[in-house]
């Protein structure tokens, strides 16, 4: 394995795991790799760059990448390995940092139907979810649709407690109230109790909503689709940012709210 973060490393050396100096060393010693990576550049500099995956890849070698990236970016980085009789499966997952520790994150996987099926336990080892989308970059075509509908609960969620709190109505009751209604959501659940006890520890990081929501308003101009309400909550997030809470869990998109009605959301 190979990680930038030295200290991450050695925790997994530590348990059994056996290092490597560069992607190219970790394909030498490996059937299948698996990338999780911020964003297209990135997974292209790790497979395709100098001392890449591959550089190190043999013919059969599966390329896993789990990063939440650009769809046309997956393809194109297949596009390179199929030359060198490497498979991809394009593999981005749903959770955040509590899944990923507990093993239950949704995975959605792009790529060819029987390489999918070769690597689904594996995939299944850290899920409770994996479903095969259709070719590759399907499966981060889903992960956008993902984030949109996330991106837009969160703001939802926000706009009605900020409502109830200028109203004079205690969120947390109004919480309570709605949650086993057509208004429950695993959104609703995840992050309204972060909201009401000003815990913006980040699960999922503003900067990588933004991120993600770029690739897919970029996405949605290239095929001729209209995402509205995905660039309003975008123009959210960078605001955030601007002020300084890129680092903060999306959840925090209820403080935009709440500095337009001048409330604070709380138990």
């Known amino acids: 394995m190979l990680d930038h973060n030295h200290e991450t490393t050695q925790q997994l050396v530590d348990a059994g795991a056996a290092s490597a100096a560069t992607p190219k060393a ?3 010693q490996s059937d299948v790799v698996i990338t999780m990576l911020p964003n297209s550049p990135q997974v292209k500099e790790v497979v395709l760059g100098e001392n890449g995956i591959i550089e190190g890849a043999r013919a059969g070698l599966v390329v896993i990448d789990m990063s939440s990236i650009a769809p046309l970016a997956s393809r194109e980085i297949s596009q390179a390995l199929a030359a060198k009789q490497v498979a991809m499966l394009d593999a981005p997952v749903s959770g955040g940092e509590p899944k990923a520790i507990d093993g239950t994150l949704s995975v959605m996987v792009g790529g060819d139907k029987a390489v999918f099926e070769q690597c689904y336990e594996l995939m299944k080892a850290m899920a409770t979810s994996v479903v095969h989308t ?7 075509v889903t992960k956008l649709a993902n984030q949109v509908i996330v991106a837009l609960n969160i703001a939802a969620m926000s706009e009605a407690l900020v409502l109830a709190t200028k109203a004079g109505v205690e969120p947390e009751l109004v919480f309570q109230a709605i949650r086993g209604g057509l208004a429950g959501s695993a959104v609703l659940e995840a992050k309204a109790a972060m909201v009401m006890e000003r815990n913006f520890k980040p699960g999922f990081r503003i900067d990588l909503h933004i991120k993600d ?11 001729g689709a209209q995402l509205p309400l995905t660039a309003q909550v975008m123009e959210m997030l960078q605001a955030l940012k601007a002020d300084g809470l890129g680092q903060s ?10 500095s337009l009605a001048k409330v604070e959301v709380t138990r």
């Open 26 to 28: 970790v394909a030498e």
């Open 249 to 258: 869990d999306h959840s925090a998109i209820a403080r935009y709210y709440e």
């Open 134 to 140: 259709g070719d590759i970059g399907a499966g981060n």
């Open 213 to 223: 929501l770029a690739n897919a308003l970029d996405t949605s101009h290239s095929i």
